[in-house]
């Protein structure tokens, strides 16, 4: 094995193998990201193909008008998107895909499966079972994505900036109550990386005069109580 640099120019058939601690972020050709969470094994085969053999997979087409097909090949099936943000889980015996938005396709050789925003597939040899509706931001299939975030300053920025930034980041609703302007008023100093989307808005709001709530996908903004 030999460790990556940013100059590491990848051939048809290179594992790719990340450590314990390791996150990997792929800016591809298309402008699409292919981010790789730790301890998570692929295969490179050019820029729309990946042999996916262990780990979890973030792929996020949303930030570019100009995405390309793109598949991730298993042994228990193959995932194509639609234009999406999306998480694939793959370990010996189970193929799970979480999309956030947009759409994705599974063909497990068996039949095709399509899933939609906030929608859950799991895949085994025996076959699928019913699709789930999930929540992103704090389940375990996602909640490492948000730590592969670029890393996001505090200092100098508002409480509504970083409310407004989180929310967009873990696909949360934000209900202010008539608290906007106030928050606007509200600096923050420090930092939040490496942190889950939980931890973050915890972090930040341990250190304000505000509370916070989060219920089926909807950021709750409030006042402490006197």
């Known amino acids: ?36 969470a730790p301890n998570t094994r692929i295969t490179w085969q050019n820029e729309q193909r990946i042999d996916f053999l262990a780990g979890q997979l973030f792929h996020n087409t949303d930030v570019t008008p100009s995405a390309k097909p793109f598949v991730i090949s ?94 967009r980041k873990a696909d949360l609703t934000v209900h202010w109550h008539g608290l906007q302007e106030a928050a606007k008023n509200v600096s923050l100093q420090g930092t939040i990386n490496n942190m889950t989307v939980d931890m973050a808005l915890k972090t930040v709001f341990a250190s304000t005069d505000y509370n916070y709530q989060i219920h089926q996908g909807r950021l709750q903004i409030s006042t402490h109580e006197k």
């Open 74 to 167: 298993t042994n228990l099936g193959t995932v194509s998107h639609v234009g999406t943000q999306y998480v694939v889980n793959h370990q010996p015996n189970e193929l799970q895909v979480a999309v956030k938005t947009g759409e994705v396709s599974i063909n497990n050789h068996q039949e095709k499966h399509t899933i939609k925003h906030n929608e859950l597939i799991s895949i085994s040899p025996s076959g699928a079972e019913p699709v789930q509706i999930f929540s992103s931001h704090n389940h375990p299939l996602w909640s490492w994505t948000f730590k592969t975030e670029q890393p996001y300053s505090l200092n100098g920025q508002s409480l509504y900036d970083f409310v407004d930034w989180i929310s």
């Open 1 to 36: 094995p030999q460790p990556m640099t940013p100059d590491t120019r990848l051939k048809p058939g290179d594992v790719i193998q990340s450590s314990d601690e390791s996150y990997l972020v792929w800016p591809l050709n298309d402008g699409s990201e292919l981010r790789q």
